[in-house]
Protein backbone atom coordinates (compact mmCIF):
# COMPACT_ATOMS: atom_id res chain seq x y z
CA UNK A 1 0.00 0.00 0.00
CA UNK A 2 1.06 3.63 -0.57
CA UNK A 3 2.82 5.92 1.70
CA UNK A 4 0.11 8.66 0.94
CA UNK A 5 -2.87 6.40 1.09
CA UNK A 6 -1.96 4.81 4.83
CA UNK A 7 -1.42 8.51 5.65
CA UNK A 8 -4.90 9.03 4.41
CA UNK A 9 -6.58 6.30 6.01
CA UNK A 10 -5.08 6.94 9.24
CA UNK A 11 -5.84 10.31 8.96
CA UNK A 12 -9.36 9.57 8.00
CA UNK A 13 -9.92 6.93 10.61
CA UNK A 14 -8.94 9.31 13.47
CA UNK A 15 -10.97 12.13 12.71
CA UNK A 16 -13.82 9.70 12.15
CA UNK A 17 -13.11 8.09 15.38
CA UNK A 18 -12.69 10.89 17.36
CA UNK A 19 -15.78 12.91 15.89
CA UNK A 20 -17.89 10.03 17.02
CA UNK A 21 -16.47 9.53 20.56
CA UNK A 22 -16.83 13.08 21.18
CA UNK A 23 -20.62 13.21 19.85
CA UNK A 24 -22.06 10.08 19.39
CA UNK A 25 -19.68 7.26 21.94
CA UNK A 26 -22.78 4.81 21.02
CA UNK A 27 -21.63 4.92 17.62
CA UNK A 28 -18.26 3.34 18.42
CA UNK A 29 -20.05 -0.01 18.11
CA UNK A 30 -20.18 0.29 13.92
CA UNK A 31 -16.30 0.12 14.46
CA UNK A 32 -15.31 -3.21 15.57
CA UNK A 33 -16.31 -6.58 15.22
CA UNK A 34 -16.91 -10.04 17.56
CA UNK A 35 -12.89 -10.76 16.76
CA UNK A 36 -11.58 -7.18 18.07
CA UNK A 37 -9.50 -6.43 21.29
CA UNK A 38 -9.30 -3.40 23.63
CA UNK A 39 -6.52 -2.83 25.99
CA UNK A 40 -8.32 0.02 28.18
CA UNK A 41 -5.89 0.90 30.23
CA UNK A 42 -4.06 -2.68 31.44
CA UNK A 43 -7.40 -4.01 30.94
CA UNK A 44 -8.64 -6.49 28.02
CA UNK A 45 -11.71 -6.46 26.73
CA UNK A 46 -12.74 -8.69 23.59
CA UNK A 47 -15.04 -8.64 21.09
CA UNK A 48 -17.52 -5.93 19.66
CA UNK A 49 -20.25 -5.94 22.84
CA UNK A 50 -17.94 -5.61 25.07
CA UNK A 51 -15.74 -3.02 23.80
CA UNK A 52 -19.07 -1.23 23.34
CA UNK A 53 -20.17 -1.66 26.67
CA UNK A 54 -16.64 -0.41 28.22
CA UNK A 55 -16.59 2.94 25.99
CA UNK A 56 -20.10 3.73 26.61
CA UNK A 57 -19.88 2.99 30.86
CA UNK A 58 -17.10 5.54 30.64
CA UNK A 59 -17.61 7.84 33.70
CA UNK A 60 -18.26 11.05 31.78
CA UNK A 61 -20.43 12.18 29.12
CA UNK A 62 -18.87 15.14 27.57
CA UNK A 63 -15.13 15.30 26.66
CA UNK A 64 -13.13 17.06 23.47
CA UNK A 65 -9.88 14.81 21.96
CA UNK A 66 -7.11 17.51 20.37
CA UNK A 67 -4.79 15.21 18.61
CA UNK A 68 -1.38 15.96 18.43
CA UNK A 69 0.24 13.58 16.08
CA UNK A 70 -0.68 10.98 13.83
CA UNK A 71 1.68 7.76 12.71
CA UNK A 72 0.42 5.20 10.35
CA UNK A 73 2.45 2.62 8.86
CA UNK A 74 1.11 -0.31 6.62
CA UNK A 75 0.82 -3.56 8.69
CA UNK A 76 1.70 -7.26 7.50
CA UNK A 77 -2.41 -7.89 7.29
CA UNK A 78 -2.67 -6.91 3.46
CA UNK A 79 -4.08 -3.61 3.26
CA UNK A 80 -4.31 -3.25 6.93
CA UNK A 81 -2.93 0.08 8.37
CA UNK A 82 -1.17 0.68 12.23
CA UNK A 83 -2.11 3.92 13.66
CA UNK A 84 -0.83 5.67 16.64
CA UNK A 85 -2.50 8.59 18.27
CA UNK A 86 -1.17 10.78 20.80
CA UNK A 87 -3.35 13.76 22.09
CA UNK A 88 -5.18 15.45 24.69
CA UNK A 89 -8.53 14.72 26.55
CA UNK A 90 -10.28 17.40 27.89
CA UNK A 91 -13.30 15.82 30.23
CA UNK A 92 -16.22 18.60 30.49
CA UNK A 93 -15.98 20.61 34.08
CA UNK A 94 -11.97 19.39 34.30
CA UNK A 95 -9.07 22.55 34.22
CA UNK A 96 -6.36 20.44 32.79
CA UNK A 97 -6.38 18.24 29.64
CA UNK A 98 -5.24 14.74 30.56
CA UNK A 99 -2.85 13.49 27.68
CA UNK A 100 -3.00 10.29 25.61
CA UNK A 101 -1.60 7.65 23.29
CA UNK A 102 -4.12 5.23 20.93
CA UNK A 103 -2.79 2.50 19.04
CA UNK A 104 -5.21 1.09 15.93
CA UNK A 105 -4.65 -1.89 13.90
CA UNK A 106 -7.12 -1.29 11.08
CA UNK A 107 -8.51 -4.56 8.86
CA UNK A 108 -9.91 -3.55 5.64
CA UNK A 109 -13.21 -4.94 5.64
CA UNK A 110 -13.51 -5.74 1.78
CA UNK A 111 -16.42 -2.61 1.09
CA UNK A 112 -13.58 -0.13 1.20
CA UNK A 113 -13.83 0.51 4.61
CA UNK A 114 -12.05 -0.71 7.91
CA UNK A 115 -12.39 -2.08 11.55
CA UNK A 116 -10.13 -1.97 14.38
CA UNK A 117 -8.55 -5.36 14.93
CA UNK A 118 -6.95 -4.22 17.82
CA UNK A 119 -7.18 -0.85 20.09
CA UNK A 120 -4.72 -0.19 22.81
CA UNK A 121 -5.52 3.18 24.61
CA UNK A 122 -3.05 4.49 27.79
CA UNK A 123 -3.27 7.86 29.56
CA UNK A 124 0.28 9.45 29.68
CA UNK A 125 0.93 10.59 33.37
CA UNK A 126 4.12 12.72 34.30
Known amino acids: MEEQVVEMVGRAFV ?18 QPASM ?14 SAKLNQL ?11 VDSQPSAFAGGVVVLVSGSLQLHGEDHPLRFSQMFH ?6 GSYFVQNDIFRLNYG
Open 15 to 32: DHYYNLFDHDRSALVSLY
Open 59 to 69: PFDQCRHVIST
Open 106 to 111: LIPTGQ
Open 38 to 51: LTFEGQKIHGVVDI
